[in-house]
């Protein structure tokens, strides 16, 4: 249970601050065009990054400001390998949104916060929250990995138990990180028929 706590909470507090620091990306990026693929280009190669490599390159950063070997390390891992997917998402969501139906907005008064928050975002959230469970799904894979530095939840016991050749352990771990990946996966889904109530009504 310890092991299962420390997996969700690692994974919902990564998922979290991926998805705000995207958001505030996103703007960016379609706000100043130019940055648009500096953004892309600097996440899509964070996501390139081996595991391995990733925590050793933040280890002494951590060290430096006191951290140490804590779940603050594979938080930030975990945030940066996120961005790539939950970025993409975004503004591809914000992109599909017509033409037409800025115009209208804008027509009926709208000004750039108003249209943002009432009619592009709202209309950008199928995407986004298609994205976000790729991100999610991909997060509690990858929270396995922080048993690098000692902090990877249920990957703490795959790997003790592929050590001490205890088979049950290993099966117990891993099949706990499919569930707890299709749970996140299905919490997601309702919390989007929750907010966009007029997909169903559509449907």
Known sequence: MDALGEHVYITLVSLLIGLAAAFGLALLARRWRRLRGVVLAVSTALYTI???????????????????????????GLVLYSLTILVRGILAGLDGVSP?????????????GRLLWRVELPLALPTIFGSLRVAAVSTVALTTVGLIVGHGGLGNLIYRGLQSNFKSEVLTASVLCVVLALIADLVIVAIERAVTPWRRVAA
């Open 50 to 76: 081996p595991s391995l490599a990733m925590f050793s390159l933040l280890l002494p950063i951590m060290f430096s400001v006191g951290r140490g070997l804590s779940t603050t390390t594979v938080i930030i």
């Open 100 to 112: 037409d139906v800025r115009e209208s907005a804008v027509g009926m008064g709208y000004g750039s």
